[in-house]
């Protein structure tokens, strides 16, 4: 019956558009948490529900360059570590953006000539 229905309902090419949906995700401009929602909402969609190696490179493999060199220095086999570490990192970097920001990321050479 449900088969019956997805034959009639379904578009044609309706998976294959959530692969390619899928395939094209980056994480672009989107903070981790967006970006992994819209990464778990594929999974579940095109049916990946199980979480494999190939789904963990797929998640790294898509975030912004700078975060994945972050994460090569560190062995990430579950979807659960990636999300965690990346969140770290992601902090991590948003603290040092808003440090040169304010100007905090001075050495401190530089620091003590300035306050001669």
Do not use: C, P, W
């Not at 929602?37 to 790294?60: C, W």
Request: positive net charge; aromatic residues 8%; without cysteine.
């Amino acid at each position: 019956m449900v088969e019956k229905m997805k034959r009639q309902f379904i578009l044609v090419d309706y998976e294959l558009e959530l692969l390619k949906k899928m395939q094209s995700l980056k994480q672009g401009s989107k903070i981790i948490k967006e970006y992994t929602k819209e990464f778990q909402k594929n999974l579940i969609r095109t049916g990946h529900l199980e979480i494999t190696k190939e789904n963990v490179t797929r998640y790294i493999n898509r975030l912004r360059s700078s975060i994945q060199e972050e994460t090569a220095v560190v062995r990430v086999v579950t979807m659960e570590y990636a999300y965690q570490i990346t969140l770290k990192i992601e902090k991590r970097m948003n603290n040092r953006f808003e440090n040169k920001q304010n100007g905090k990321d001075r050495s401190y050479i530089q620091q003590k000539e300035d306050e001669q």
